[in-house]
């Protein structure tokens, strides 16, 4: 397999695997996470806060509130969504990458712990995350951020749920966000793509991972019902702000990434984009790259840029 396509080698050596979304399965898996995170050093320095929310329907869930030390108020926040399928918790990596988000671009950082699939499918996690974006946004003067300097984002599912998040607080008149930060995002149910076809043996992540994760997001729903906001990439994209798209080389959600990039620009919502080769999805998971620490620049200078005030 690492012949058949052109992977980088420290990627390539990542196996293939092709997921099963049943409950025990992820509960290994979430366990098996948890104690890598417990495990792990942190290096930067934050003032950390755990806090427990309530969502629409009654449930809850926690959001970790990170905030730079000396950082001047009011300041800018990141809500921040991790990947994971919708049914996999955070890796130790979403949290190094937040803070490094929170200290670089010098930011709050609010990072949700969403419920998961398959127990929790949509929208119990999506709830949560527009939940936790109306609590920043009722509570911005405790907790010293700008209101007119809020950015949402997330890598793969997590994607999804900041590119859902920002549609829906465009259409309820929640808050004027600036700008969202899109990391190789799941956007298309369809799974109708090249890429979202073509690429099922490619390593960590592939096709039929996909639609099988799809299959268990949505599995309240009727096959072909589209709920508003599960699949963002096929949402009204009008008024969104300004965006950050980064894609994989070598990721069955590529085609779906560029499809939102050029139906985004198609809208007049001005875009970055950052198209990575040689890349899977998942690839800054190996931090060491020098692929990896340039999309992490590239980030960290979009954030930079959401975050100063534009002239009108």
């Not at 997330?154 to 998040?165: R, T």
């Not at 992540?205 to 906001?229: D, F, H, T």
């Not at 970055?272 to 690839?283: A, K, L």
């Amino acid at each position: 397999m690492p012949g058949k396509y052109n992977i980088h080698p420290d990627f390539a050596k990542i196996p293939s695997i092709t997921f099963r979304f049943s409950a025990p399965i992820m509960w290994l898996i979430n366990s098996l996470m948890k104690m890598q995170r417990k495990f792990a050093r942190r290096e930067l320095a934050l003032d950390c806060k755990t806090l427990a929310l309530a969502s629409a329907d009654g449930g809850h869930f926690d959001v970790l509130v990170m905030t730079p030390h000396n950082l001047d108020k009011p300041a800018p926040a990141l809500l921040y969504y991790h990947g994971g399928a919708f049914a996999m918790s955070c890796a130790s990596m979403h949290i190094d990458s937040c803070e490094r988000y929170a200290n670089d671009a010098g930011c709050v950082v609010v990072f949700v712990d969403y419920r998961l699939g398959p127990k929790y499918p949509f929208p119990n996690g999506f709830d949560d995350c527009y939940a936790a974006l109306a609590w920043v946004v009722r509570e911005a003067g405790r907790l010293g951020v700008d209101i007119s300097r809020i950015a949402v984002g997330g890598d793969s599912a997590g994607g999804a749920l900041a590119a859902g998040v920002a549609q829906k607080a465009r259409d309820e008149k929640l808050v004027a966000l600036c700008g969202q930060l899109l990391i190789y995002p799941v956007l298309d149910n369809t799974c109708s793509t090249p890429s979202a076809t073509e690429f099922v043996d490619v390593p960590l992540w592939n096709a039929i991972s996909n639609r099988r994760m799809w299959a268990m997001y949505l599995s309240r729903y009727r096959q072909g019902e589209l709920p508003p906001y599960a699949a963002p990439g096929l949402g009204q994209l009008q008024g969104l702000p300004l965006s950050y798209v980064e894609t994989a080389e070598f990721d069955p959600l590529r085609d779906e990434g560029r499809n939102y990039i050029g139906a985004l620009r198609a809208q007049g919502v001005e875009v970055i984009v950052n198209e990575t080769r040689q890349t899977i999805h998942g690839y800054d998971g190996v931090a060491t790259n020098a692929i990896a620490q340039k999309s992490m620049l590239e980030r960290i200078r979009f954030l930079q840029q959401a975050f100063t005030p534009r002239v009108s």
